[in-house]
């Protein structure tokens, strides 16, 4: 099954690290794979294209179906693999109810968490404003807080006391944060969080291999 499945992936990439994360749980093993670099901009290249015209990472083949929206491909691997490795959606109807709404609010965290992150990459520096910094920042602290209030209602993970597909798919945005200076003070049930789905082996098998050797620059240490 895995030997059918590819998977062209960036370190450190949440959306990437979803679906790595995911194949793990699902005892999927053995898939084809390859490393590819942000920084030459390979994710540019031909082989990428060919399989996401965007030109983005990840880019996932399973067997003819081509899935390279994070949220898709796990979905997919959730349903086809319903018996193999670990089940990821709850029968329960409440913790069902809880994970799906954590994974879609995932968007909001990740949106906020782009924008007071990359703003000066992304905004040209004459159009740049202080008091755009600042919202930003802002509007990630409020975002982060009402996490914080999530996390201190739950048992361990997000939608209780199980690992579901809402951890898969918002755990990598909040090991990314803690990366780049989160600071676990100010956040501890999110760093609480953090640190005990680490060992995780679906998590550790998969963790990104540049941050192993590299710490992240401070890029959220006032947020």
Not at 16 to 45: D, P, T
Request: net charge neutral.
């Amino acid at each position: 099954m895995a030997k059918d499945m590819t998977l062209l992936w960036g370190s450190g990439s949440p959306p990437c690290w979803r679906i790595q994360i995911m194949l793990e749980e699902k005892q999927l093993q053995g898939y084809n794979q390859k490393l590819l670099s942000f920084e030459k901009k390979e994710h540019k290249s031909q082989e990428v294209l060919d399989m996401n015209p965007r030109g983005q990472l990840p880019a996932f083949k399973c067997g003819n179906h081509i899935l390279n929206e994070s949220y898709a491909a796990c979905f997919f691997l959730e349903n086809q693999y319903k018996s193999q490795g670990n089940k990821l959606i709850p029968d329960s109807p409440d913790a069902q109810a809880l994970m799906y709404q954590r994974m879609f609010e995932a968007f909001t965290l990740s949106q906020k968490m782009v924008d007071a992150m990359y703003y000066n990459f992304k905004v040209p520096e004459e159009e740049r404003h202080d008091s755009a910094v600042q919202r930003n920042k802002e509007a990630l602290t409020a975002e982060l807080k009402l996490w914080e209030g999530y996390l201190n209602k739950t048992d361990c993970c997000l939608a209780g006391k199980e690992f579901t597909l809402a951890d898969v798919l918002v755990f990598p945005y909040i090991a990314y944060m803690f990366h780049y200076g989160l600071s676990s003070e100010r956040y501890p049930a999110l760093a609480k969080y953090y640190t005990s789905l680490m060992d995780r082996p679906s998590i550790k098998a998969t963790w990104p291999p540049y941050w192993k050797s590299t710490s992240g620059l401070d890029m959220l240490k006032t947020v």
